[in-house]
């Protein structure tokens, strides 16, 4: 052994043997001394393992018995989380027969608004008069598709009412129009003008048609059966139409070999058509003010406790009736349900109009 090693390890044993009164101290007395010191602080160290190791066994224990009895008495014990997880990830014990929790409480079902569940009510109304080729201005389009608009508004419909159209400004409207309606409208159009028919199918003539010939028809009107498919197409489940477009006009004396007024108008279930006179058949002008066809149709409108069937087909006799025969409407239906008129609330949407 080094030298310093040496005089460092007498000074520890001379330490230790200060005590007992020794001037020199044997090599067994000093190591004894150490040893005890040794096993005084193992005995400690394992003691306190022990006490330890019992408390988790009571705390265990406890908690355990704690658990049980409440998931028996149908009350619920949070278990704490661990260190690092989440505060809202615990354990819950949950007796069977108790409804579980999954978030707060529902709020209670509100009544359905019969007009949210019979879907929008949307309507375009176009009144066509003033034709370059007419031998005059039409005067009761424009004051039937202005009276009519609002007695639609007035039953609860989004209108959207043109006057004096070209092919342009009714596409745009008819755009608009379409744009609107959801599964479940009611879509109704309404049209005041001059029409023809080519090869069994009704155009409504803009004002800004130039028609000489049939060719001339399919490029500057615009066809109604199409039209009428597109609101299926877009998912309204009523598709009403009202057609006073069956008047003498300057195109069909040009369209030789081709029939008078309008072609039988058919549609998928859900259409209602009523048109101011029959298949075939043409109106006389009016000389001023709304026509009677619009007159009466807005007073069955009216009528309190009618489907909108029923009003369609009152028009038809009380038109018929007024003219003494010589104007008889038509009315076809492919209805599958009793829309009314008077369903809706008396507050109407904000009024647009297309030019």
Known sequence: MPQPQRAAFRSKFAKACQPRGLSVCPLPIAVGGIMRTVKFAGAAALAFVSLTLASADIIRTA???????????????????????????????????????????????VAADPDVTTGPRLA????????????????????????????????????ELGENLSKQGMERAIERFGAKI??????????????????????????????????????DAIGLEPLVAEMNAR?????????????????????????????????PEGTLVLTAVAPGKIAEQESDGTSVFARELIAQMRASGL??????????????????????PAVFSAMTDDFSFAAAAETGPTRQSAR
């Open 63 to 109: 908690v355990g018995q704690q658990f049980v009895a409440g998931a028996q008495n149908g009350t619920q014990v949070a278990m704490a989380p661990s260190r690092g997880a989440p505060a809202d990830d615990r354990r819950t014990a949950v007796r069977a027969d108790q409804p579980e929790r999954t978030g707060p409480a529902a709020p209670a079902a």
């Open 124 to 159: 375009l109304v176009i009144g066509n008069g003033t034709y370059p080729d007419g031998d005059g201005p039409l005067v009761a389009p424009i004051a039937d598709a202005r009276a009519v608009a609002a007695e639609l508004r007035d039953k609860g419909f989004d209108v």
């Open 182 to 219: 959801t599964p479940g409208a009611t879509a109704l159009l309404y049209f005041s003008g001059h029409g023809v028919q080519i090869g069994r199918e009704s155009y409504l003539i803009p004002v800004s048609a130039q028609i000489w010939r049939a060719e001339d028809v399919r490029r």
């Open 235 to 267: 998912g309204a489940k009523r598709k009403l139409v009202v057609l006073d477009a069956a008047r003498r006009n300057p195109f069909e004396r040009r369209l030789r070999g081709f029939s008078s007024g309008l072609a039988p108008i058919a549609g």
């Open 307 to 328: 489907t909108a069937e029923e009003a369609f087909n009152r028009t038809r006799v009380t038109v018929a009736r007024s003219t003494g025969g010589t104007q008889v």
